[in-house]
Nanobody, 123 residues
Framework: QVQVVESGGGLVQAGGSLRLTCAAS????????MAWFRQAPGKEREFVAL????????TYADSVKGRFTISRDNARNTVDLQMNSLEPEDTAVYYC????????????????WGQGTQVTVSS
């Protein structure tokens, strides 16, 4: 059974940092792309960042470029999202997702999803 589980959310002041972790299990993800999305209240789910499991190639949304870093640990089967210089606009539920072979910015293209973890940035 495939499982994708996020952890690491919480409450932080503007300018602070948080590190989210996504643990994937139940199959080989070597040919998969792992991504982080987020969804704020009343808004659509939006792309944040992605990484290819095999090569570690990364892509970021413009809104987080230079502040967030996505990385993977093949040995632990985890994908991290380091978030620095957080802003109140980053407040959302953050989701980890996986899809085979190629990356996509569209949530509907992803096969496996975690339950999400809340990130709240106070001003």
């Amino acid at each position: 059974q495939v499982q994708v589980v996020e952890s690491g959310g919480g409450l932080v002041q503007a300018g602070g940092s948080l590190r989210l972790t996504c643990a994937a299990s139940g199959r080989s993800f070597s040919n998969y792309v792992m991504a982080w999305f987020r969804q704020a209240p009343g808004k659509e789910r939006e792309f944040v960042a992605l990484i290819t499991w095999s090569r570690g190639s990364t892509t970021y949304a413009d809104s987080v470029k230079g502040r967030f870093t996505i990385s993977r640990d093949n040995a632990r089967n985890t994908v991290d999202l380091q978030m620095n210089s957080l802003e109140p606009e980053d407040t959302a539920v953050y989701y980890c997702a996986a899809r085979p072979f190629s990356g996509s910015y569209r949530p509907q293209d992803y096969v496996y999803w975690g339950q999400g973890t809340q990130v709240t940035v106070s001003s």
